[in-house]
């Protein structure tokens, strides 16, 4: 007890200061999507070690740059939680002077908005031949009804246009 008949004590500490990350990210195709269309998380984020995706579904990921599909039409709030990196910290009280390895619990959250329509993305027709021998010639078409359409075929090349719902390779 001091004089006065308090009680006082000192604790000291020394704190390390860190940056926190900087969650950020984008997706493709952008919003509105169709519905189990595959989406791409591209994660922008700055300063984190970790992360976790709540895609506002039910569904998570903890991988970097996740990609999901939605089941159900709708409006989602997908959150990315950006988790920053543990530190090495050196207490005056170890009396070995070893540093330890304490998580900071710094963290950055963002969240943006995805519309998930009830049609379904292009479909190409069953019937198709999903490989050609090298002379072949085959016709996709997709039965779906688009503005505007453009094929790219990867290891052959189109014949005629590449803007029609059918296309020849």
Known sequence: QSVDGLCRDTIRAFVKIVDS???????????PVCLNQSVNFNNSSSGATSYYWDFGDGFGSTQTNPTHAYATPGTYTVTLTA???????????????SEQERDCGCRDVITKTIVVNAERGL????????????????????????DSYSWVV???SIIGTANGACVSV
């Open 83 to 97: 988790y920053g990196k543990p530190v090495s910290i050196k207490p005056t009280e170890n009396p070995n002077g």
């Open 123 to 146: 479909t190409i027709e069953s019937a198709c031949k999903e490989m050609l021998c090298l002379g072949d010639t085959a016709s996709y078409c997709t039965p779906n009804d688009c």
């Open 154 to 156: 990867t290891g052959g």
């Open 21 to 31: 990350p900087v969650a950020g990210f984008d997706f493709s195709p952008v919003s």
